[in-house]
């Protein structure tokens, strides 16, 4: 059975000593679990001054793997549109991925109309991260706290960019399941499903087989995730289905 992580990163943290910081260390806690891919992307592409340094190195770390690059777009960097063009086209990017609350710009920002015309001109998946990190933990670096209104706004003006809401709680799913009602190309993976019990029977029963299989790890316990999908108390169809990424990959083109 194909397993698919949507949502999984590689690197180095700048705060703590990440264990599993190569391509190669993911897929071996991948195998754990039968998962066979997954959308990658550089911690180091978060921090950087030039993140396009961050993404080469992804590159040729993935050369040969069975995972896909989701590049890191910040937009308030003045070279954000040369970096997107040379990830698609040296690179061979299969996702871009924004982070506001760490990038700390508005999701009403009106530089999103072309971040998100640019992402829809090269036929790629988005991926919108809430967070990452505990933002009552953090050190050093305080990312800014989401902004529900601005993350309803934004999912509700681009609904023509496939896009996956990555490190969403189930209380956040379910503010925003109005939004998922009208889009058939919204999708939200279970990295952060882990504000109380149940927490992925209540994510499905908000956006139904929108949701997919996505683990954050290695900056989140892959197994946790892994866990919250297949002990949850969801038929095996429907779990099958969470774990190889549904209609989300289908609408990715891979």
Same mark, same amino acid.
């Given at each position: 059975?194909k397993?698919f992580?949507?949502?999984?990163?590689?690197?180095?943290w700048p705060?703590?000593?990440?264990?599993?910081?190569t391509?190669?260390?993911?897929?071996?806690?991948?195998?754990?679990?039968?998962i066979?891919?997954?959308?990658?992307?550089?911690?180091?592409?978060i921090?950087y001054?030039?993140?396009?340094?961050a993404?080469?190195?992804?590159?040729k770390?993935?050369?040969?793997?069975?995972?896909?690059?989701?590049?890191?777009?910040?937009?308030t960097?003045?070279?954000?549109?040369a970096?997107?063009?040379?990830?698609?086209?040296?690179?061979?990017?299969k %996702?871009v991925? !924004?982070?506001?609350?760490?990038?700390? @710009?508005?999701?009403?920002?009106?530089? *999103? /109309? &072309?971040?998100?015309?640019?992402?829809?001109?090269y036929?790629?998946p988005?991926?919108?991260?809430?967070?990452l990190?505990?933002?009552?933990?953090?050190?050093?670096f305080?990312?800014?706290?989401?902004?529900?209104?601005?993350?309803?706004?934004?999912?509700?003006k681009y609904?023509d960019?496939?896009?996956l809401?990555?490190?969403?709680?189930?209380?956040?799913?379910?503010?925003?399941?109005?939004?998922?009602a009208?889009?058939?190309?919204l999708?939200?993976?279970?990295s952060?499903?882990?504000?109380?019990?149940?927490?992925?029977?209540?994510?499905?029963s908000?956006?139904?087989?929108?949701?997919?299989?996505?683990?954050? %790890?290695?900056? !989140?316990?892959?197994?946790?995730?892994? @866990?919250?999908?297949t002990m949850?108390? *969801? /038929? &095996?169809?429907?779990?099958?289905?969470?774990?190889?990424?549904?209609n989300?990959?289908?609408?990715c083109?891979l």
């Amino acid at each position: 059975m194909k397993r698919f992580d949507c949502n999984c990163f590689t690197g180095n943290w700048p705060f703590f000593k990440v264990r599993y910081n190569t391509v190669e260390k993911i897929q071996n806690l991948h195998r754990r679990i039968g998962i066979t891919g997954g959308f990658i992307s550089a911690c180091e592409a978060i921090f950087y001054q030039d993140p396009y340094e961050a993404e080469l190195a992804l590159a040729k770390e993935l050369e040969g793997m069975p995972y896909y690059q989701a590049m890191i777009l910040n937009p308030t960097l003045p070279g954000w549109k040369a970096d997107l063009k040379r990830c698609v086209e040296q690179l061979h990017i299969k %996702a871009v991925r !924004l982070m506001p609350t760490y990038h700390k @710009y508005s999701l009403t920002d009106p530089i *999103l /109309d &072309e971040v998100c015309q640019a992402v829809k001109s090269y036929d790629l998946p988005l991926l919108l991260t809430l967070r990452l990190r505990d933002e009552r933990c953090m050190y050093m670096f305080q990312a800014d706290f989401v902004n529900k209104d601005e993350v309803a706004a934004f999912l509700g003006k681009y609904k023509d960019v496939v896009t996956l809401l990555t490190d969403a709680s189930a209380y956040e799913l379910e503010q925003l399941k109005d939004v998922f009602a009208e889009r058939d190309n919204l999708f939200a993976d279970c990295s952060g499903l882990k504000d109380g019990l149940f927490a992925a029977d209540r994510a499905y029963s908000t956006i139904g087989d929108n949701l997919v299989y996505g683990s954050a %790890a290695p900056l !989140l316990e892959m197994q946790a995730s892994f @866990y919250n999908i297949t002990m949850a108390s *969801l /038929d &095996e169809d429907v779990k099958t289905k969470i774990l190889s990424g549904g209609n989300f990959l289908a609408l990715c083109n891979l």
